[in-house]
């Protein structure tokens, strides 16, 4: 299928072989054609105004960077290197400077006027595609050095290699690689109805999603996806065909979609973990998914009207309750 979740399309070749030489880095990281993306608590430096992009900075960035931050070579395109750094806590002066109360790193850096650093999730929205890509590539490795300074083999301090794509403990010799956790989603159907479930953190509002979670130690994708089914709801499933797959670096999963059909009915809910569980008929399902495709749709702002909400296009849920919807 040729659809493309956001988060995913990162358009950079990841440059395997020039990443394996420092030499040729340090030189990418010293050329003024380099582009560089700095993160702050996470959240990339973007334009401000109609239509956001990722705000690329030239190589004076770096000396905003923390001391201790790894500049990440995230690939090349048109022989530019791109890199992203994380500048949260690159600066000595406090962060109030205009005394308005709030937080604006982007004074602290000199950066002109028409950027600022922004939620990651809204701005991957808002960014291309392609951009949205380089992002969930940029914020999961960021977000990975920001965990992994330490051996977990030996708890020695480790350092970055591979352009930050490897971290290496010289006093164990051991290797750490950026992670990602594969999680399964999946819209389980029974008919002309389809199970969606809330989670407790939802309970107050009219919020259904797929089923979710972690897959386990030792399982396959397919397992997964019945044992969560039936741990979540108490359903038993037959067949599970795989749909798309969705980068989600909050902080690295991957979410794995699929369609599964249920092989029972009973519903019994595990109360530690869902609020409700429902099978919900493909009419309702439909008009949720028109209510969650309009723009500004938001869990928030409730447009009213009956029956339950579902996630928007950013996330994988809804394009695999749509393809269910609509009988692909
Ligand atoms: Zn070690």
């Not at 072989?17 to 560089?36: F, H, K």
């Not at 392609?130 to 920001?146: D, F, M």
């Not at 029972?264 to 009419?283: A, F, H, K, L, Y």
């Amino acid at each position: 299928m040729a659809f493309t979740h956001i988060f995913a399309g990162d358009p950079l070749d990841r440059a395997d072989a020039e990443r394996r030489d420092d030499q040729w880095i340090a030189e990418r990281l010293a050329d003024s054609n380099s582009r560089i993306l700095p993160f702050w608590r996470l959240n990339p430096l973007a334009t401000t105004g109609d239509e956001p992009k990722l705000a690329w900075q030239d190589k004076s960035a770096l000396a905003q960077a923390a001391k201790n931050a790894v500049p990440v070579l995230l690939g090349l395109r048109d022989d530019v290197a791109h890199f992203a750094i994380d500048v949260t806590g690159g600066s000595k002066v406090p962060a109030d400077v205009d005394g308005t109360g709030e937080e604006n790193p982007a004074e602290l850096f000199g950066l002109p006027d028409g950027m600022a650093f922004q939620d990651a999730r809204g701005v991957a929205t808002e960014i291309s595609g392609e951009e949205s890509g380089t992002l969930a590539h940029a914020r999961a490795v960021v977000g990975w050095h920001q965990r992994h300074g330490f051996c977990p083999n030996c708890g020695e301090a480790t350092r970055s290699t591979k352009g930050g794509k490897e971290r290496i403990c010289d006093a164990c010799g051991a290797h750490q690689f950026p992670r990602t956790d594969p999680v399964a989603i999946m819209a389980v159907t029974d008919g002309e109805r389809c199970l969606l479930g809330q989670t407790r953190a939802r309970r107050t509002s009219r919020f259904y999603s797929a089923l979710a979670g972690f897959i386990d130690q030792g399982e396959s994708i397919e397992e997964a996806v019945r044992r969560e089914v039936w741990e979540e709801g108490g359903i038993r499933v037959g067949d599970v065909r795989y749909h798309s797959s969705q980068p989600w670096p909050f902080p690295s999963s991957l979410m794995i979609g699929c369609i599964a059909q249920a092989t029972s009915t009973d519903i019994r809910i595990d109360p530690g973990e869902m609020s409700d569980v429902r099978w919900v008929p493909r009419e309702e399902v439909l008009r949720a998914l028109e209510i969650a495709s309009a723009p500004n749709y938001s869990l928030t702002a409730d447009p009213g009207g009956e029956g339950v909400r579902v996630p928007g296009p950013i996330a994988i849920a809804h394009h695999i309750i749509k393809a269910w919807a609509n009988g692909e």
